[in-house]
């Protein structure tokens, strides 16, 4: 049998609001090194489950093991410190922070051995140049456009020195050329080595930069595979992304 190697792995992971079972019993694995695009409509629990990995939400039942250990007793900044980092669908930088300053906290702050300042300095540079943002360093946060509020995003997640990086909707709101840069961007990280977890709601970029893809629909696992099998999966267009998402991949 294939013994393949798993950063990620989800098993009956579960997690209720009240009455409410916002993540119903899913399962899946990444492979190390590989990215994996998470995919469903609004409210199918798919941010829910990304706070079940980070630990963000601990009343979950299930486990969530990373690297082959559970990480159910762990808070967010142990699994941080671990090497598990994430986006936020809504960006929270440091408004009236530079971007350097933006990205040296999560430098100094996130990694298992805290770095000297210095480092940190250096860290951001070479992260805000990796992510195109080189030219604005000593500018204000709240003086970017969205693109760029994403790659600081990107940027402020890097720092902590992840090997597994969850992105939640970093490309969705982005102009045509944006969109391309940011798949770009993605598979550069992933080529640093860095395994991924994405949600996504634009179709062709999720489909272009995933080595395999999960639907989620209602909480629940819908199906997995590789994003052509999954895109042209009858279940999936009709009963779930409807015509509108079938222009979008077949466009
Ligand atoms: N903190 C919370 N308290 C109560 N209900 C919540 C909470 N967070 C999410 N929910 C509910 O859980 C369900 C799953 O929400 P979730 O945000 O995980 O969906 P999603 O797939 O990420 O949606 P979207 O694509 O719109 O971001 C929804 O019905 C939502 O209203």
Redesign the pocket.
Known sequence: MENKDYILELENVSMK??G?L??NEVSFNLERGKILGVI????????????TITGFYQGYTGTVKFNGASMNKKKVNERCKLGIARTF?VTRPFEKNTLLENVMVGSFYGQAKKPKMKECEEEAEELLEFVGLADKKDEYAMSLNVAQRKKLELARALSTKPSLLLL??VIGGLNPTEVLEMMDVIKDINGRGVSILM?E?VMKAITGVSDSMVV?NH?QKLIEGNPKEVMNDPEVIEAYLGSAARRDVHA
């Open positions: 609001f009240g409410l916002a993540v469903g409509p609004n409210g199918a629990g798919k941010t829910t489950m990304f706070n669908q939640d909707e949600i709601h989620i909480g």
